[in-house]
């Protein structure tokens, strides 16, 4: 298995080095899938650490297995998504807006919230591909009362894409890939959310 605990760079994809190889470590651990499983779900509502840097490093230690953790991280960060809605929907002042306040998002919620109003399945799918905190997102699906449904089909596809294209280029050239997605993560992020609301705009001008 590949080393995937050493010489992290500082502020990866905005986590400190000694966090980044804390989640690191539960790769080359019996329980490394369900750590994945547990930090994606988590991720999606109250935890700040996301589950990219785990989900390369296992895939990276059984690459014939990269798309089974990517779908894995998929499914466990959605059924987060939807916790993160709950706690939007049904407890905002007493949980959700303490969770905002203690990662400094409070401004972040306003400024979604807004976004929300006109094009909430739209914000949901951007920022489920970027490296926006997914959890302001889907606390702030339930605060403004989106749609369960849209909201869970727009998480589907936003974290599938964003999870499954790790694990294909991980698959596809393994470690090489590996340093060359950790030290542009963000960009490629941001450049794949722009790409997806400029061919979204594309098709609704045609229509």
């Not at 994809?13 to 080359?28: D, F, K, Q």
């Not at 994945?36 to 014939?64: K, N, R, T, Y």
């Not at 399945?121 to 989106?146: E, F, N, R, S």
Request: charged residues 15%; hydrophobic residues 50%.
């Amino acid at each position: 298995m590949a080393d995937t605990t050493t010489e992290a760079p500082e502020g990866i994809l905005g986590i400190p080095r000694r966090l980044y190889n804390w989640v690191l470590s539960w790769a080359e651990t019996p329980y490394g899938p369900l750590a994945l499983f547990v930090l994606s779900f988590a991720e999606s509502s109250f935890f700040p650490i996301p589950p990219d840097p785990l989900l390369m490093a296992l895939c990276l230690g059984a690459i014939s297995k990269s798309f089974r953790f990517a779908a894995l991280c998929t499914i466990a960060s959605v059924l987060g998504g939807v916790f993160g809605y709950y706690l939007g929907y049904a407890a905002y002042e007493a949980i959700a807006q303490p969770i905002l306040e203690l990662y400094g998002k409070v401004d972040t919620y306003e400024e979604v919230a807004g976004k929300f109003r006109d094009q909430g399945d739209l914000a949901v799918l951007v920022a489920a591909i970027t490296p926006i905190p997914y959890k302001v997102v889907t606390i702030t699906a339930g605060a403004t009362q989106m749609s369960l449904g849209p909201f869970i089909g727009a998480s589907l596809v936003g974290r599938g894409l964003r999870f499954f294209a790790v694990a294909g280029l991980l698959w596809w050239k393994g470690e090489p890939i590996a340093a060359f997605i950790e030290k542009y993560f963000e960009i490629l992020a941001m450049v794949f959310g722009v790409l997806l609301v400029g061919g979204f705009a594309v098709l609704k001008w045609m229509h």
